[in-house]
């Protein structure tokens, strides 16, 4: 397992390399210039010159490149732009609100989905069954800014359980910490509750209909003996894929949920960036993002090797 291991590690170079090319290109090739937007509307051309030979954007692509990618393996992410201060700093201020978001989100989805799954398979055709699967369905359509114009609106202002916007860090208090963060976590975890269910329902069913089963039934085995240790166990594989893929995706969910709900994480802060065409904090948080998402596909292939015995690398 070792050799497995330290070759997905070997691996991630090139990928990292190829993440790291296409950022760089993609947010210099887009329109839009950061020395206008740094310099003001009533700048000069000379200003924006000036600007632009500073922040050694007047260099080409490559010198620009290389010189980019080699503080990053130094370990120097650069220098904001718009912040006027390192990445590295500003990731690890704007950490803890998506770590706790994304946490919170996952856990939601599979304490409600894998449940929901699996009886939906036990009783399948029944109408929980049907609700599932039209809740699947409804999940996946509605948008994830949608839902949570939705919620802000029916559990904020109408009912006013919750708060509309904001965030309190775990410093300032367990109570504040959780009391901000339920109707985030919610907006951003129904799509991967429809999700982790649907798939649990499907492996879970599969697994149902296989002789051990039957054998396990014949035995006199509850029933719910038989399906958290004899089909939830050996449907475990793509289930726990798919949590690894829910998880990569919410990633990309953050960026909607901490906008709409103020939350000042790792989104709000590529939102920001972006928005100020800030490169060195964009190709930061994009590096940052794409570690994590090569860490945890590591970690969810490591964990067939826990859940199948048969599996080996």
């Known amino acids: 397992m070792l050799n497995f291991v330290l070759k997905r590690i070997a691996a991630t170079i090139p990928v990292m390399f190829i993440v790291a090319v296409g950022v760089f290109l993609l947010l210099r090739l887009t329109p839009g210039d950061p020395a206008s937007i740094l310099a003001g509307d009533a700048a000069s051309a000379e200003n924006v010159a000036e600007i ?9 692509l490559t010198t620009q490149f290389g010189l980019w990618i080699g503080h990053v393996l130094g370990g120097d992410l650069g220098q904001s732009y718009y912040y006027k201060a390192p990445v590295s700093e500003l990731i690890a201020h704007r950490i803890e609100p998506t770590f706790a978001l994304s946490l919170f989100s996952i856990v939601l989805a599979v304490c409600f989905a894998v449940p929901l799954g699996v009886l939906a ?3 399948q055709g029944g109408w929980l069954d049907r609700a599932l ?27 006013g359980w919750l708060p509309v916007q904001g965030y309190r860090r775990l410093s300032d208090g367990v109570g504040p910490f959780f009391y901000h963060l339920i109707l985030p976590s919610l907006t951003l975890s129904i799509v991967y509750i429809a999700l982790i269910a649907r798939v649990t329902r499907a492996s879970v069913q599969e697994v149902l209909s296989q002789d051990h089963v039957r054998t396990a039934r014949s035995k006199g085995l509850t029933e719910m003996r038989v399906l958290i240790v004899h089909a939830l166990s050996n449907a475990a594989v793509p289930i726990v894929t798919v949590i690894g893929i829910g998880i990569a995706l919410l990633m990309g969910g953050v960026v909607v949920t901490e906008s709409v709900y103020g939350i000042p994480g790792l989104g709000r802060l590529t939102v920001d960036a972006v928005l100020a065409r800030d490169f060195p904090t964009v190709q930061g948080v994009i590096l940052f993002f794409s570690m994590v998402y090569v860490l945890i596909n590591l970690l969810v292939d490591l964990s067939y090797l826990l859940l199948d015995p048969r599996i080996r690398y």
Do not use: N, Q
């Not at 699967?133 to 609106?153: A, D, E, H, K």
């Open 52 to 60: 632009r030979a500073a922040l050694g954007l007047s260099e080409p």
């Open 121 to 123: 398979a036990w009783r």
């Open 133 to 159: 699967m039209s809740f699947s369905v409804l999940g996946f359509s509605i948008p994830s800014f949608v839902l949570g114009y939705m919620l802000i609106w029916l559990v904020s202002m109408k009912l």
